[in-house]
C-alpha cells in the first residue's frame, strides 16, 4: 500500500531503514514528569538531536506542534492505562489521520486475565489501520506471571502475536543480551524495536544496551525516560542515533554525551501556534 509506506518513511530513516523513537506518553500515567514538563521543547530537542520520531497523545499535540524547525514524524499513541489497569483505547485510527499522524501505536498486554480483550483491541486496530494506509507500531508487553518476569519464549511470543495480528513495527522489553534477543528478533518477521525500559543508573548502561539491541539485528530503539530524563536529552539521542544508524561502539557514542548541550529552541507552551 503506498499510503502506508509514504508514511513509515515519515518515521524511520528511509536510508537505514531503521528508527530511533522516543514516546513522550508517560503524562497519563505520571503525570508532568521531568522532561516533558515543556513538551514542545522536548519535542524540538528530540528532532534537533536526531530523532527519527515521537510518540504522544492526541490531546497534547497542539501544544508539541512547534510550526518551525528540522521535522521530526508523529506516532499517535491510541490506548491509555493508569497503574495496573489494562490498556484502553482513547483514540481511533481515523481521529489519528485527523490528526495528521504518519502512523499510530497501541499498548497490548500478552499473557494476562485480559489477553483476548487486548487480541480483539490489536485486531481492530490492525483493520482500521490497514484500511486508512497507516502504519501500526504495537507495543508488546508480556506481563508477569506469579511475579516472574517474562523470559524469552514470552517475549517471542508476544513479537510473534504482533506481526501475526497486522503490526508493521513491533516494540518488545529488551531480553538483556544480544544472543537472547536475537532469538527474538529471528521469531519476528516485521521490523522489531526494543524498549529503554526503566532509567537506568548509569549512561553507559543506556548505550550498552543499544549497541546490544543493534548486534541482536533489531531495527532500532524506542526510548523514552533513559533519553528525556537525562540530563543532556539532545546528547543523549545523538549518541542513541549514532549507534543505531551510524553502527558508532559504546565508546565512541559516549563522547558525544561530553559535547556542548544540544538542546531546543525556547517556545512558550502558553502561546498558541495558530
Request: glycine share 12%; hydrophobic share 40%.
Amino acid at each position: 500500500m503506498l499510503g502506508k509506506r509514504i508514511r513509515i518513511e515519515r518515521v524511520i530513516d528511509r536510508n537505514t531503514r531503521k528508527a530511533v523513537i522516543v514516546p513522550l506518553t508517560h503524562g497519563v500515567e505520571m503525570g508532568p514528569i521531568e522532561g516533558i514538563k515543556d513538551i514542545r521543547n522536548s519535542v524540538d530537542t528530540m528532532a534537533i538531536a536526531g530523532a527519527n520520531s515521537v510518540i504522544l497523545h492526541k490531546g497534547i499535540v497542539p501544544a508539541a506542534h512547534r510550526g518551525s524547525g528540522k521535522d521530526i514524524g508523529l506516532i499517535i499513541h491510541l490506548t491509555g492505562s493508569v497503574g495496573d489497569g489494562t490498556p484502553t483505547l482513547v483514540s481511533d485510527v481515523e481521529e489519528a489521520v485527523a490528526i495528521g499522524a504518519d502512523a499510530v501505536s497501541v499498548r497490548i498486554e500478552i499473557g494476562g486475565k485480559d489477553e483476548m480483550a487486548m487480541l480483539r483491541l490489536l485486531g481492530q486496530v490492525g483493520r482500521d489501520a490497514c484500511r486508512w494506509g497507516m502504519p501500526l507500531f504495537a507495543l508488546m508487553y508480556p506481563v508477569e506471571s506469579k511475579g516472574k518476569k517474562p523470559g524469552i519464549n514470552e517475549l517471542m511470543r508476544a513479537a510473534r502475536i504482533g506481526a501475526e495480528l497486522g503490526a508493521d513495527v513491533v516494540r518488545v522489553p529488551y531480553s538483556g543480551s544480544p544472543d537472547t534477543f536475537k532469538e527474538v528478533v529471528s521469531a519476528c518477521p516485521v521490523s522489531l524495536l526494543a524498549l529503554g525500559g526503566e532509567k537506568k543508573a548509569k549512561e553507559k548502561d543506556v548505550l550498552e544496551m543499544v549497541r546490544g539491541v543493534m548486534d541482536a539485528g533489531a531495527s532500532g530503539v524506542s526510548m523514552g525516560r533513559n533519553v528525556f530524563q537525562y540530563k543532556k536529552p539532545g546528547n543523549m539521542i545523538k549518541a542513541v542515533s549514532q549507534i543505531v544508524h551510524k553502527n558508532y561502539k559504546v565508546e565512541s557514542a559516549l563522547k558525544i554525551l561530553e559535547d556542548q548541550p544540544i538542546s531546543g529552541s525556547i517556545f512558550s507552551t502558553s502561546t498558541p501556534i495558530w
